[in-house]
């Protein structure tokens, strides 16, 4: 067991030194829906993901803007995270009617409210994470509620500067005396 333990430890320091975080990543997402994915830190723990999905059982397309928390597991670079943002959609097809002339699938673009939570890997440049991404429609769409889950995989544009070791600032009381 203490053999377990000690290479479990070992194994968790060498990918907290090894490993990179992200400060801004873009890539594929692929699930329920496909698209593109952009994700910003902007601070520690927080970041700003714009998603763009084409739908595959509607004939739409959704911008989406979420705001999300990060919680590390075991290292910063494997992290579960939540958050909530707005949606946007528009339709794609064009509208049919029937022979009276009334719209058969006619409805308003999308627009409402979307939670999200999953979980993330980031291994040097390739950051990969699941998510379920529920969203309820304040106006317009199909239906009032979408499930969506998908796996996105990102490549990491700028990486997050990482020291091992913060160096103390020493207070100077001696502030007639240069360092």
């Not at 194994?11 to 952009?38: I, K």
């Not at 004939?59 to 995270?81: C, D, G, K, S």
């Not at 049919?96 to 409210?113: S, T």
């Not at 999200?116 to 199909?142: C, H, Q, W």
């Amino acid at each position: 067991m203490t053999r377990l333990s000690l290479i479990l430890v070992f194994c968790c320091f060498f990918s907290a030194l090894c490993g990179q975080s992200y400060n801004t990543a873009f890539g594929l997402r692929v699930g329920t829906e496909w698209g593109f994915t952009f994700k910003q830190r902007v601070l520690k723990h927080t970041t700003l993901e714009g998603i763009f999905q084409s739908s595959l059982e509607r004939e739409e397309v959704m911008l989406t803007a979420l705001a999300e928390q990060h919680f590390p597991v075991l290292t910063r670079r494997f992290n579960i995270y939540m958050g909530g943002g707005i949606h946007k959609g528009w339709r794609t097809a064009e509208t049919e009617y029937d022979d009276a002339g009334n719209p058969i699938n006619d409805y308003d673009n999308p627009f409402g409210l979307t939670t999200i939570f999953g979980a993330e890997i980031t291994l040097g440049r390739l950051n990969v994470s699941y998510d379920f991404k529920p969203a309820m429609n304040i106006s317009g769409g199909d239906s009032r509620f979408y499930f969506q889950t998908g796996v996105s995989l990102r490549y990491v544009l700028f990486k997050r500067k990482w020291k091992l070791f913060k160096k103390k600032k020493k207070f100077n009381w001696k502030f007639w005396e240069k360092d």
